[in-house]
């Protein structure tokens, strides 16, 4: 797909890919030190690998802006190829230790191959991408270790999933608390203030006006409820696009089973039976999903993936690795031995160089209580209440609720409107027969559900 005729131009040393779900978009900056940013979905690693190959040569780093699994897809194939991995310092450190929550791969039930990271990112560090230099910035909101990365010669802002030219990054209140959104938004008002020139964001085309952005992060922050279910129609859709459709009659059994759509119906106090009915029926009133040869399918384009790619290891089945960038050569920080967030293990073609420039240590912004990536014994004061937390052993996506750990799994959240016994839910609402779309089964309608009377 073109970029919008109206889109300012690349830099001839920047190759953009913008790609179609369940593959994030991909920069690629060849040079001396051929960096690629995001690595798409692991269905399509190879293709990914190649292409990069084709036209920078062995890629040496990644930098992954999240770690959700459009963005991290490729990762364990290319550091296979000699590729160091470079993410955020809460992401890196989680990743490191193996937590349960990594990538929320688990908590999504999406797949990702195990990779490790090389080089953990903090704000205002400066990266040596290709043969030009790069500004680090936290901006979390989507996920609490969010970066964006900034070139400020030619103004070119990398956004990650943070905005995009239709829409803004869905946010996990549910997960990451109450303040989420505000978190996104303040990140965003941050990005704006650059006033970049491009913004290359991670899905759709090059945005055009990016204003409109704060208007609509400005909208989830003022109707939590609707942030949320904004959030939980965005994971079903791409539920449905990695696996080419789920089956009507497993299309029930398979939401109540999944973690985020738990917790999204604790938090707005409905049954997951309710949730489940409600986000059936308005997605396939509004046309986001379609209901063809008794398979639900997302309506959105997409590229075909494989059965087999969706059979990885969740990260707590990962093997356990001494963490790289805990233990490795320290690179140059303005002259002075590297902070502990900037030390690596150099890749096979020598391993990136980065710079910081502010001295003192780099602070961790938008958060409350204990987040992704804290130290292992920093764990929540008390359960937080989600299936993830609650069950033990085994599957826990596939699990019920009700044999509670002495503790959250290191770096979770609690989640303060939870505290003492969830309110009971409402009755429970069944799926429409056969999931039938437009006009059978309960009445459709758009927006956040309401508590059934």
Avoid at 69 to 86: C, E, F, R, W, Y
Wanted: hydrophobic share 40%; net charge negative; charged share 20%.
């Amino acid at each position: 797909m073109s970029p919008h005729p109206d889109a300012p131009s690349l830099p001839a040393w920047v190759t953009w890919w913008q790609r179609p779900f369940p593959d994030a978009n991909t920069l690629l900056l060849p040079g001396r030190q051929p960096t690629l940013i995001d690595s798409g979905f692991v269905a399509h690693a190879q293709e990914t690998a190649a292409r990069a190959r084709s036209q920078a040569g062995n890629v040496a780093l990644v930098v992954n802006t999240h770690w959700h699994s459009d963005h991290v897809g490729g990762n364990a194939l290319l550091q296979a190829q000699g590729a160091a991995i470079a993410a955020g310092a809460p992401e890196a450190e989680a990743i490191s230790r193996r937590d349960p929550g990594c990538c929320a791969a688990e908590y999504l039930d999406q797949p990702v191959a195990p990779y490790t990271v090389d080089l953990a990112l903090d704000d205002k560090q400066v990266l040596c991408l290709g043969d030009t230099d790069w500004e680090v910035l936290r901006t979390p909101g989507h996920t609490p270790g969010h970066l964006a990365l900034w070139q400020p010669e030619e103004r070119l802002l990398v956004v990650g999933d943070a905005m995009s030219d239709y829409d803004v990054g869905w946010v996990n209140a549910a997960l990451d608390g109450p303040d989420a959104a505000t978190t996104a938004l303040t990140s965003l008002k941050r990005m704006a203030d650059l006033a970049p020139r491009m913004i290359l964001p991670s899905h759709g085309p090059i945005p055009t006006e990016p204003a409109t952005t704060l208007r609509r992060a400005q909208r989830l922050v003022d109707d939590p409820g609707g942030a949320v279910w904004y959030g939980a129609r965005r994971i079903f859709a791409f539920a449905l696009m990695i696996r080419e459709g789920i089956p009507v009659n497993e299309v029930e059994p398979y939401l109540l089973a999944r973690t985020w759509l738990t917790d999204a119906a604790r938090f707005l106090d409905v049954s997951p039976e309710f949730l489940t009915a409600e986000l059936v029926t308005t997605m396939l009133s509004s046309g986001a999903v379609v209901l063809r040869d008794g398979r639900l399918h997302a309506a959105a384009d997409h590229t075909p993936t494989t059965a087999e790619a969706l059979h990885m290891p969740y990260p707590r089945a990962w093997p356990t690795t001494e963490p790289p960038w805990l233990g490795g050569s320290e690179f140059r920080v303005s002259g002075q031995p590297a902070p502990d967030t900037a030390r690596a293990t150099p890749s096979r073609r020598g391993g990136p160089e980065v710079r910081a420039v502010q001295a003192e240590a780099p602070t961790r912004q938008g958060t409350a209580g204990p987040e992704v990536g804290a130290p292992s014994g920093a764990r929540a004061p008390e359960i937080c209440g989600c299936t993830l937390c609650s069950v033990t052993g085994g599957d826990a996506v596939g699990g019920q609720p009700g044999q509670e750990e002495p503790g959250c799994p290191p770096g979770r959240r609690v989640r303060p409107w939870r505290a003492g016994p969830p309110a009971a839910p409402p009755a429970a609402r069944r799926l429409p027969a056969a999931a039938v779309p437009h006009g059978s089964g309960s009445p459709l309608r758009a927006g956040p559900p309401r508590t059934p009377r």
